[in-house]
């Protein structure tokens, strides 16, 4: 039948909560990372969807920019990782936690 | 033209989930990074169907071409010595919290009528696109420059942070 | 602090960019090398111990086989010693006869080693090649005056083997004529090359001290700026009748070397030109009874081979075998400042480096 | 005529400013001169005082008109001061510029070689300046600013050897106890300004009479204002700290606790007898604590054993009979036994005319002590004893002092004591005989005094050789002597509006036989234990022993002010009671805020585990339970 | 409209619509990858050659005539050989590892215009996606690098990516130099704008693309992948067999791909005067990739630090500069005229001069301060040597005659004039030959003659020695053998042997013997 705008925000909220699900279970800060893509990814869907069905660019113009965060949060993101992995020689994030009592 | 879109958003709708699914499953990094520009290339494909070529290319370029790097280079200069990517202590909770996400938007989204307009947008983006971002008044050019300014400085904190004294 | 520990990677001898079978043990902290530690003896025969089994005229065959890609001026060397320490006079064609072969050898011997030292800048055989045919030439010459093209095994005590054939001339003055324009080609090729400049400028830079100190000699000394070669310094045989410019370098970095060596191959083309004009006719070999018994004594004789200062140490006592056959190789010494210039470098620099102090693995092991 | 007012009290205090300012710190090498410039600065008030005395006899109804001089202007309201010039003034000039003129010659004797020798005259001229003006001031607030100027003094005064502990002790308790009784004055003042918006004598007199002060209100002011006299004049409840001021030097003693000082606050009830003598109650309060004060201070006089302090509790008692004298007359008149103008016209001259007489043959008791001090070095009257042969003349001017205070007939004291006691028969019985037992005692301890210093053998230390005072200490004594004698001839109670008396119609009435027997009694019973020593001072002792010791501590007086009100209910009740809240209270509350939030902190901070994932894990629940929320609640 | 959708129109009308795209697309892609491997075999063949003729000497000649077939002969030589699979890596990534290097390769042919409607699909988006397509290499190097588990390769891998990267920037700014020019995305549009070609309007920007490309093409001055002085072979050494093909493959095809674009960008694609579009292409394509392998063949390679502070110090601002001017020339000029090429040739020369001023190397200022001008020498250099007869000559048919001196290897024993003196063998200093003589009439007659040439020095010392000139050197010089007792040659052999001998020692039979074959024969005159 035909592919309406349901079936890109359910693909998109799929996809979402299997990422959040990885953000949040993981132990390892890069596959966190790379799971918080995948969350940036579904919501790029749904806003191109939107776009598509609803005839306005502005979903794709958000699109770009969230791709620009993406890519902003990535590139600090992982920095930070390797920092951390250079000084306390893990990712393991149930072991970064300094800032605490 | 019509089965032809329903068929392959159903192939690249399954093999973008199976992809992010692996990448969450699987004990080896790298495999889970292979699996993740698996899911970037079905997003791009998704935007093919939805007729944004230009988003379609971006995203390669972006995704595939630049984060998917980073993160193999990020997995290979933290090359963790226990194996992969075990599951933290919030397991249980985290896939009960991302199932009610999922329930919840799924309610959200199936009850409200979206009024959509279905038949499809025929002419390219690429040239309207830039009318957007760029045409004077209504165009989001300041916004394009706020995300120059973003990059510019990711990428310096990224630098000193990761600059070997 | 994640300490990165330095990692110990083996240049093994089968390495393709070794002159030959020559290890080098190459730490690393990150691209930095650290410590390199040249080990060498894969190719040692133990010519030395062997030669004092055999008779003076036995030997030269050795001789060739001590470096290889410069086998005149090792006989010459040695045929010199002997005859020094048997007190023989030889006839002056002979002399110049030496002296030509001696200074073609030198530029066939400077064409392997530029060519191998831009190879290892990965010029990918092009100039290798260019190099090679000039080569080809000097070794067609070689065969005509002494039947072979890499172990010559020419000079005999007193002499020459043999005399020249009569086309040996004509080919050597074609050969004369054009070897300049074929050294301004390579000028051409590669002297002002901006990556070769790059890959050479101030690269393992040899200060003029420390050459002397390690007792370098040949291009490597030249090109730190001493101006010392043996054909000068201490004029043997009949250089001192010929004049000639020794090339000096200024920086003492690979790229002097380099230009020291084809500036040296345009002094031997000179020499080798005034050597033909004066060419005498005569005798090529002196009288000198089969077996030779020199006296009980010692002698050290040396020339300025194209590597450096080449010297035959012989211990004679009145028995047709010499009791000591001691070869001084300014390869080996050489080999020694490997380690000061390449710390600090990268590993690519160092195979450059390698290449410009041109060492000859048969040489160094004897 | 008014400059010559402002003269009479500005010169002497000119004087203080020349002695302070130049003298003292530039001079100090020559002292007379400070003695000098002092001399004739009082000298020249006394020639103004007596030509002013001279002007209000002659002027109509004895009051000369003053201009008024405006002082402040604060607000709307502005304060006029000036100058009253009436009988009552003039007569008090007399005193204070007499008493002091006398005290200053006789005190160059007695301080001849002290240190503080040019300071001594600062103040006793800056003293004798503010009296003076507190005497002429037409002003309550101007009035005030003497009243202060003149407690200052005689701190500074009693504390003159400062270097002596109990000397600076007395001067504050001096001082405190005074400032006490100014509190009730300054707070009446304040309250009349209130009420009636006027600072003017005159015009609160005025008020007073017509009614436009309310009764009560009016009874409040008058007791207000008769506390400071009660403070000043150290009467019954006040009177703790006369006794101790006698460590000052004795001069100082003379004039300020026997003469001036001290009458300032008869003075001042008799200045605003108007006032008081229209509320019944005051003026009955006033009249019972000067008698009462009388019979407390003479009892207490009967047992001292040191000079100067037998005569300080004579003085109180003096003093409550110039109370009780203006009392008497204020409550006839109160009671409308008298008519309104005679009445408060009479109450004046009875209290002023003993404060007249008073005032000379007090001053010469102290002088007489001063001398024998001056020759015994102490004041121990039980080492003393025999001065009469070596110091004849300190003697004689001592036995006609005391004969006038006891009131023998034809000296001052017999005159005023005398219609003091005639009022206080007509209007007030029970005081009466108060008095005259008072009379009894009196006369006993000031002759115990007399046989006890001059009579029988000398009981001091060997080494002392007794010689009479010098020249310039005897000629003030024999002065006063005269004047004791001849003050009470003078018609000053006609003067101030009194009844005059013939002089020897006195005898006549009855009341002066009563008193003259009781006094020679009194005589008697002192020459009978002191002198023949029929009855052992000791066995009269411990006869009446409890009498005798609740009298010695002087009935526990100065313990009940010290221990009880010091210590015990302001140190340890109010002050105790502020320092306990202060501590637990206002600090409690601070503390008590800075333990909880730190108690609160410890408890909260367990919430930040360092874990990110449990952080974006509480996020996410937030967020479903918000939409959860909207999607139940539309 | 590319002939393509006009034939899957025609066709809509017979088929299902899924059958109408899905079968022409895949005939059409076959048919195309046929081509590009054709092609790259002719690619592979020509640099072959190329650098041999460059290098004076012959090239690959033996594989069918001219050694056209020697390509197929490599690839039927690769498929043979054993595919190792490293136990240590990881085996899936291992084997997926050459596809998706070779897929981007190949997915870039999709855009390029052979013609005006000979173009696989015209998406709008046309350069966009060959440089997303182009970004997906790097994935491919990884996992090359990742999967064969040995340290060099993954540090070599690492290297590579870092290199692809950096370069990829310059690239990617210097096409967007053309493409303000053209104004379209998509190939048949920049073809079509392309009345002057773009080399001569962006001058700077061919230059810095086509240095950029070499760069990806991990080429010439930046081939450190495999560079053999360094880390052997880069991250495919663990790679052997069908999957090394595909990589070899996967470059060469790259190189097509690019010089492809590079003609489409700057060549102006397929206009030419009269010769068919697609040929003018191919030729175009062809000169390209000739410029490439002359720079292979004359330049040394750059250090891995130089590299990478060339990309970013050296192109990637030029880039930008180039971008900026030719913004500012779109405002001013916009219609492009021609006039402008001069303009832009004196700013590219302007701009590298200033530019290559900068750069430093330890000591004085030398690479690039003449501007390049180095390298221009030296390539000329090698595009003279084209025009020189190479000296390599095939040796089995064509044979050189040695000298008549020559020291052959075997020796030539005259069994006659042999009088037993044994002075050969005194003279012999490894003393490898021992004669048995027995009396004999009138000598002594030689019974055993051995001579173990394994150890033979042919110094010629014995044959000085024979008085009595008996035995000879030989001329010839292939004796080899399997086994070492088979080179100790006895008596009977050698008189059996035919004799060559050479006058080695006996100047006077020097007359008779043929004349050497030299490389430089002396000038007739003299």
Known sequence: MAVGLEHFLILSAVLFSIGLYGALAKRNAVVILMCIEIMLNAVNIAMVAFSRYGHLLTGQVFAIFIMVVAAAEVVVGLALVIAIYRSRETVDVERIDLMKW | METGIAISFWILAAVMVASALAVVWLRDIFRAALFLVLCFFSVAGVFVILGADFLAAAQVLIYVGAIAVLIIFAIMLTRETQRGSPSGRFRFIAFLVGLLFLVTVTLVVVSTDWHAITEIPAEPTTSSLAQALFSGESGFVLPFEIAAVLLLAAIIGAIVLVRER | MLKTEPI???????????????????????EVIVDLEPIFGYLHRGIEKLCESKTYTQIIPYTDRLDYLASMSNNFAYVMAVEKLAGIEIPERAQYLRVIVAELQRIASHLIAVGGFLNDLGAFFTPFMYMFREREKILDLFEMVCGQRLTYNYMRIGGVSHDIPPEFLP?????????????????????????????????????????????????????????????????????????????????????????????????????????????????????????????????????ESPRGELGFYLVGDDSPHPYRFKVRAPSLINLTLLRDLCIGWKLADAIAILGSIDIVLAEVDR | MPEVALAIFLLPIFSFVVISLIIRPFLNKRPQLSWYVTIASIGASLILSLWM???????????????????????????????????????????????????????????????????????????????????????????????????????????????????????????????????????????????????????????????????????????????????????????????????????????????????????????????????????????????????????????????????????ISQLGYMMLGLGVVGVGVARGAVALEVGLALGVAVGIFHLFNHAFFKALLFFGAGSASHATGTFDIREMGGLRKAMPW??????????????????????????????????????????????????????????????????????????????????????????????????????????????????????????????????????????????????????????????SRKYWFDELYENVFVVRILVDGIFALFHWFDDHIVDGMVNGIAGGTIAAGREIRRLQTGQLQAYGLAIFIGILAIIAFFMIFG | MGVLEQFQHWLLGYWPSWAAYLVPAIVAFLVLSSFILLVVMAFIYIERRGVGRFQVRLGPNRAGPLGILQPVADAIKVLVKEDIIPSRGDRRIHWLAPIIAFMPALAIFAVIPFGPRAIFTDI?????????????????????????????????????????????????????????????????????????????????????????????????????????????????????????????????????????????????????????????????????????????????????????????????????????????????????????????????????????????????????????????????????????????????????????????????????????????????????????????????????????????????????????????????????????????VKKEQFIAAEKRPSAYAYPDLEAEMPPQTLLAPPKEKG
């Open chain 3, 171 to 303: 080919a050597l003055k074609r050969f004369v004529d054009e070897m300049p324009g074929y050294i301004d080609e390579y000028d051409q090729l590669l002297a002002e090359n901006e990556i070769v400049l790059a890959r050479s400028k101030g690269v393992g830079v040899l200060p003029a001290d420390l050459a002397i100190n390690a007792s370098a000699s040949g291009p490597v000394l030249r090109g730190s700026g001493v101006r010392w070669d043996i054909r000068r310094a201490d004029p043997y045989s009949i250089y001192d009748r010929f004049e000639f410019e020794i090339p000096v370098g200024k920086m003492g970095d690979t790229y002097d070397r380099y230009w020291v060596r084809i500036q040296e191959m345009r002094q031997s083309v000179r020499i080798v030109r005034q050597a033909m004009a004066e060419l005498p006719q005569g005798e090529v070999r002196a009288k000198v009874p089969a077996t030779l018994r020199p006296p009980q004594g010692e002698v050290y004789a040396r020339i």
């Open chain 4, 394 to 551: 300190t003697f004689a001017t001592f036995l006609i002092g005391s004969l006038s205070i006891v009131g023998i007939w034809p000296l001052a004291g017999f005159w005023g004591k005398e219609q003091i006691l005639s009022q206080a028969w007509h209007y007030a019985p029970i005081l009466f005989y108060l008095a005259m037992i008072t009379v009894f005692m009196t006369a006993f301890y000031m002759f115990r005094l007399l046989f006890l210093a001059f009579g029988g053998e000398y009981r001091g230390g060997a080494h002392v050789s007794l010689r009479e005072s010098p020249a310039v200490m005897i000629v003030p004594m024999v002065l006063l002597a005269i004047l004791s004698v001849v003050s009470g001839w003078l018609p000053i109670s006609e003067f101030l509006g009194g009844e005059s008396h013939s002089f020897f119609g006195a005898l006549a009435s009855p009341m002066a036989w009563a008193s003259l027997l009781l006094a020679a009694l009194g005589i008697l019973l002192a020459y009978a234990i002191y002198s023949k020593k029929w009855i052992s001072a000791e066995s009269m002792r411990r006869r009446f022993a409890p009498l005798y010791t609740i009298v």
């Open chain 5, 124 to 488: 709008n988006i046309g350069i966009l996606y060959i440089i997303a397509i182009s970004s997906l290499g790097v994935i491919g190097v990884f996992m090359a690098g990742w999967a064969s588990g040995n340290k060099y390769s993954l540090v070599s891998a690492l290297r590579t990516v870092a290199q692809l990267i950096s370069y990829e920037i310059p690239l990617m700014l210097s096409i967007a130099g053309v493409l303000i020019i053209s104004g379209s995305l998509s190939m048949v549009s920049i073809v079509e704008a392309q009345s002057i070609p773009f080399i001569l309007l962006q001058p700077l920007g061919f230059l810095i693309f086509f240095v950029a490309a070499t760069a990806e093409l991990n080429r010439t001055p930046f081939d450190l992948l495999e560079a053999e002085s360094e880390i052997v072979a880069g991250y495919h050494t663990e790679y052997s067999g069908m999957k090394f093909s595909l990589f070899y493959l996967a470059e060469y095809t790259h190189a097509f791909a690019i010089s492809a674009i590079v003609a489409t960008l700057f060549l102006s694609g397929w206009k030419g005067p009269f010769l068919p579009p697609a040929l003018w292409l191919m030729i175009k394509v062809f000169l390209v990739f000739i410029v490439l392998f002359w720079a292979r063949s004359t330049l040394p390679r750059l250090r891995v630090d130089q590299l990478m502070g060339f990309a970013w110090k050296g192109l990637f601002p030029l880039a930008l500069l180039n971008l900026f001017i030719t913004a500012a020339e779109a405002i001013i000029w916009p219609g492009f005229p021609w006039q402008l090429l001069i303009l832009n040739l004196l700013i590219a020369a302007l701009l590298i001069v200033l530019w290559s001023g900068l750069f430093r190397v330890a000591g004085e200022r030398v690479s690039f301060h003449r501007y390049g001008r180095g390298i221009a020498k030296g390539m000329a250099l090698t595009f003279r040597h084209l025009f020189r007869r190479p000296i390599t000559v095939q040796y089995p048919e064509q044979r050189l005659t040695p000298a008549p001196r020559f020291r052959g290897n075997l020796l030539v024993w005259d069994e006659e004039r042999c009088n037993g003196c044994r002075a050969c063998a005194r003279a012999c200093p490894v003393s490898i030959i021992d004669i048995e003589t027995k009396k004999g009439d009138k000598g002594l007659i030689v019974e055993t003659l051995e001579i173990d040439f394994g150890r033979c020095l042919f110094c010629g010392l014995c044959v000085e020695a024979c008085p009595v000139a008996a035995l000879f050197m030989s001329r010839d010089y292939e004796q080899a053998s399997y086994f070492r007792e088979s080179l100790v």
């Open chain 3, 8 to 30: 110990m990677i083996n240049f093994g001898p089968q390495h393709p960019s070794t002159h030959g079978v020559f290890r080098m043990r190459v730490t690393f902290d990150g």
């Open chain 4, 53 to 315: 005395l001279v002007e209000v006899i002659k002027a109509p109804g004895h009051v000369l008109p003053m201009p008024d001089y405006q002082w402040l202007v604060i607000g709307d309201t502005s304060i006029h001061l000036g100058v009253m010039a009436d009988s009552l003034a003039a007569v008090m000039l007399i005193v204070v510029t007499v008493v002091s003129l006398v005290v200053q010659i006789y005190s160059r004797g007695y301080m001849h070689g002290d240190p503080g020798y040019c300071r001594y005259f600062a103040f006793m001229s800056l003293f004798t300046g503010s009296m003076l003006g507190l005497v002429l001031a037409d002003n309550l607030l101007f009035l005030f600013v003497f009243w202060e100027l003149v407690g200052l003094c005689s701190y500074l005064l009693i504390g003159f050897w400062f270097h002596r502990p109990e000397a600076a002790r007395a001067a504050t308790k001096a001082f405190i106890v005074t400032r006490i009784g100014d509190f009730g004055f300054l707070a009446a003042i304040l309250f009349l300004y209130a009420k009636t918006g006027t600072f003017d004598i005159g015009e609160l007199q005025h008020l007073a009479l017509v009614g436009a002060i309310g009764g009560t209100a009016l009874t409040w002011a008058a007791i207000g204002i008769f506390s400071g006299a009660v403070g000043k004049s150290a009467q019954f409840p006040l009177h703790t700290w006369l006794p101790d001021a006698m460590e000052g030097p004795t001069p100082v003693s003379a004039l300020i606790h026997a003469a001036t000082m001290v009458a300032a606050g008869v003075f001042l009830v008799a200045r605003l007898f108007p006032m008081i003598a229209s509320s019944y109650e005051a003026i009955m309060t006033v009249a019972i604590i000067g008698g009462f004060t009388a019979i407390f201070a003479a009892t207490m006089g009967m047992v001292m054993n040191d000079f100067k302090r037998i005569l300080a509790y004579s003085t």
